[in-house]
């Protein structure tokens, strides 16, 4: 099984969904309901976090928040109303309004900072003023930019037509099981290991690129909009760093799965948690896996710098090196 297969997964797809897991794997269950991956995309109506938002104000524009998904804006005596069906983000970091206006998906120009509990630019959207109301309501999709955007925080996407984007008829929001483990329904029936997907019994590489097909991999194995290891923003890629890492490259083991549950939260772990991680390897006598004498407890702290490359959101360096 190779990582493009992986992706075709994720069109064939119709999600017996997660409840059909629960009476045999209720751990897994338990822990996925609390990390990012199964709220990783929500109905904007119910999504509970925006009930903390207001109003902001940028570049001149005031925006209103009178509902969980409408939007008022004020612009030069000008108003409008818009309706935003989708919240992308499980709200650990940010959260980012899409919806469809004339046929056409819109993500808004704001986003909703958990850090500071404020709305601020959307990353990658311009700074400068906008020309007109729906400029400043947000920048409209393209069909490609659509399915990619549901088919990373979603289960079950149909690529649908290339007039309309996205068929969401069969869709569960939020990374779920079987967007990772694939389609359960023979499973779930009659369950063995050979019928369900396992990423862990995969060597180190194919398991990063397996979390790579949504965390970004680097270059050589993306088609286009390639992440450079270069660009301070590529530090929200992870496999990108650490797959330029030598831990990564010289031992041939080092993958996601060493150090995170993929149905976990990371931030749950304490700093002796990746400590133990790190000494699993670096404690042979051979002088390249010797630590230097000033390397104390905490490794992270001094070999995976945390850094902020946009406002408000800050990740871990995933280039395993000494810095
Ligand atoms: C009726 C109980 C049952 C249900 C429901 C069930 N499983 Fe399982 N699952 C099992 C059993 C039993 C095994 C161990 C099979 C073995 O080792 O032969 C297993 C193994 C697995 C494995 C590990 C396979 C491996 O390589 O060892 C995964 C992943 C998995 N299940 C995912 C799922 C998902 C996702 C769902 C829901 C779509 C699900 N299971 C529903 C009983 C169940
Ligand atoms: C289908 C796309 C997809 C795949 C495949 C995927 N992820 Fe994610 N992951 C996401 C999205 C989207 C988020 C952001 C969730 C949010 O909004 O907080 C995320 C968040 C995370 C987080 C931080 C969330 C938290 O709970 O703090 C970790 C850690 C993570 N993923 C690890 C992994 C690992 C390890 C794998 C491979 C086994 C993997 N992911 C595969 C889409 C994916
Ligand atoms: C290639 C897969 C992929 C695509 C396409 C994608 N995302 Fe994500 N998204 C992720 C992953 C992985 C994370 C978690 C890690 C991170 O924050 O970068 C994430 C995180 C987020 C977050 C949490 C805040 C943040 O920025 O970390 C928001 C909000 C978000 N995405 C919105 C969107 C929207 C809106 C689109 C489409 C316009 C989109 N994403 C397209 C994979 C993707
Ligand atoms: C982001 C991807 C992702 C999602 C979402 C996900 N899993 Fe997994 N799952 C994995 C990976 C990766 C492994 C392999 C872990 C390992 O071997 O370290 C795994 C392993 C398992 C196993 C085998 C555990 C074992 O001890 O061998 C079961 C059972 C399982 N998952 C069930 C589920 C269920 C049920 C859900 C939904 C609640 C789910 N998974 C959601 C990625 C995912
Ligand atoms: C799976 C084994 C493995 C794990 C886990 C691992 N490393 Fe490594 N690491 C290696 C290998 C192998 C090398 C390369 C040694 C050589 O140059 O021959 C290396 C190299 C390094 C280097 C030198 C970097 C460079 O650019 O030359 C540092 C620093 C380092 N590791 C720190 C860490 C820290 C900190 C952790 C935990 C966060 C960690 N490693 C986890 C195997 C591992
Ligand atoms: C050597 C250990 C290690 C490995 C391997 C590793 N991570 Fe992490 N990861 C961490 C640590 C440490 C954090 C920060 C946890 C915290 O904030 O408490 C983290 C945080 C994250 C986050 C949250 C956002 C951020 O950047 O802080 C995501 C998403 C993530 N890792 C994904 C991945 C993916 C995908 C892979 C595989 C390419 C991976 N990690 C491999 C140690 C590791
Ligand atoms: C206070 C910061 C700090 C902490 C904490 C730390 N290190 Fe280091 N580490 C360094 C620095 C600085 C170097 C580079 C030393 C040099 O080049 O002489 C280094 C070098 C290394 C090397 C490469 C040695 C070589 O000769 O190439 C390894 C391996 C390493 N650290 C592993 C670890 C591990 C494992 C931990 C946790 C048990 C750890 N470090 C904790 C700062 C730290």
Known sequence: MHAALFLWQLWVAQPVGNAACAPCHAGELERHARSGHGRALRPAAVADHLQGLTRAEANGTRYRYPAGNRVEITKGGQS???????AFGSGLYGITYV??????????????YLDSKTADFTPGHRRSPPATLEDALGVRQSVADARRCFGCHATGVQPGDDATGPDLKQMTPGVQCERCHGPGAAHVKAPTAKNVLNPGRFPARQQVLICGECHRTPPAQNASREPELDDPLSVRFQPVGLMASNCFQKSGKLSCLTCHDAHDAPQRQKAAFYDAKCVGCHE???SKLRRAAQCKPDCVSCHMPKSTPVPHLTFTDHRIRAY
Not at 102 to 111: F, I, K, P
Request: zero cysteines; glycine letters at 16%; proline letters at 0%.
């Open 284 to 286: 042979g006598t051979g």
């Open 80 to 86: 409008m109303q818009a309706v935003f069906d989708w």
């Open 99 to 112: 919806g469809q206006r004339e046929g056409r998906w819109v993500e808004h120009r704001l986003t909703y």
